[in-house]
């Protein structure tokens, strides 16, 4: 299990861009475009569970095009509190949806919650799973990304990063909606009781590195 009190442990050799980051809309160079940058395929197909220690792993398949690109998806997690600050808030709680390309680049799509308004399609994601940490089970789901997309009127953040959790691997293509989901505290306390702190990693510096925001135009 990670020891997130004592993240300066993690590794001391790391590639300077790393995440997650601070991100508002001052910082940000604004791209808009004819359609939405980001396309769904395929739904997403959940299929089994597991407790990771500090996390629950949801795996399954799918499919999305990133700026007309192809990516596979590969699982689903969350962290408490959110990873990723937008203009200088911090949310209860952060889903990462973690995919890959063909020749192995990762892309995490990042959706921040709210406290608010329960949202049915993501019901079945804030069950009080019985898990132990190493247990997997089967989950079925299936998740209509696309209608969660449409809903980001505003767009995505787009920078250059890294996993968040070791081994802290560069170059991965972050997406960070800019307008957060919504789950109840109930929901949300459901999911977190089977762990006992928090597993967020501490924002990283930014060091110049570009952020776009890239968001359909308005018609």
């Known amino acids: 299990?990670?020891?997130?009190?004592?993240?300066?442990?993690?590794?001391?050799?790391?590639?300077?861009w790393q995440s997650p980051i601070k991100l508002d809309l001052k910082m940000a160079e604004q791209?808009?475009?004819?359609?939405?940058?980001?396309?769904?395929?395929?739904?997403?197909?959940?299929?089994?569970?597991?407790?990771?220690g500090n996390n629950l792993q949801f795996n399954g398949s799918g499919r999305i095009r990133l700026l007309g690109r192809s990516f596979i998806f590969k699982q689903l997690h969350f962290h408490f509190?959110?990873?990723?600050?937008?203009?200088e808030h911090q949310f209860p709680c952060e889903w990462h949806f973690v995919h890959q390309d063909t020749i192995g680049h990762l892309a995490v799509i990042a959706f921040t919650v709210k406290i608010g308004?329960?949202?049915?399609?993501?019901?079945?994601?804030?069950?009080?799973?019985?898990?132990?940490?190493?247990?997997?089970?089967?989950?079925?789901a299936e998740l209509d990304l696309a209608t969660m997309l449409a809903g980001q009127k505003e767009g995505f953040y787009n920078y250059l990063g890294?996993?968040?959790?070791?081994?802290?691997?560069?170059?991965v293509e972050w997406w960070v909606a800019t307008t957060p989901l919504s789950a109840t505290s109930e929901q949300l306390e459901r999911l977190a009781q089977l762990f006992s702190s928090a597993n967020a990693r501490d924002c990283?510096?930014?060091l110049k590195r570009p952020i776009k925001l890239y968001a359909a135009q308005k018609h």
Do not use: C
């Open 1 to 16: 299990m990670l020891d997130y009190q004592n993240q300066k442990k993690w590794n001391s050799e790391l590639d300077p």
């Open 31 to 52: 791209v808009k475009l004819a359609a939405q940058p980001l396309q769904a395929e395929t739904s997403y197909q959940f299929t089994s569970i597991e407790h990771r």
């Open 81 to 87: 509190p959110a990873e990723h600050y937008l203009n």
């Open 117 to 140: 308004d329960e949202m049915l399609s993501l019901n079945p994601f804030y069950q009080a799973f019985n898990l132990a940490e190493g247990q997997k089970t089967n989950f079925f």
């Open 162 to 171: 890294s996993l968040t959790t070791p081994p802290l691997t560069r170059g």
């Open 204 to 206: 990283q510096p930014l």
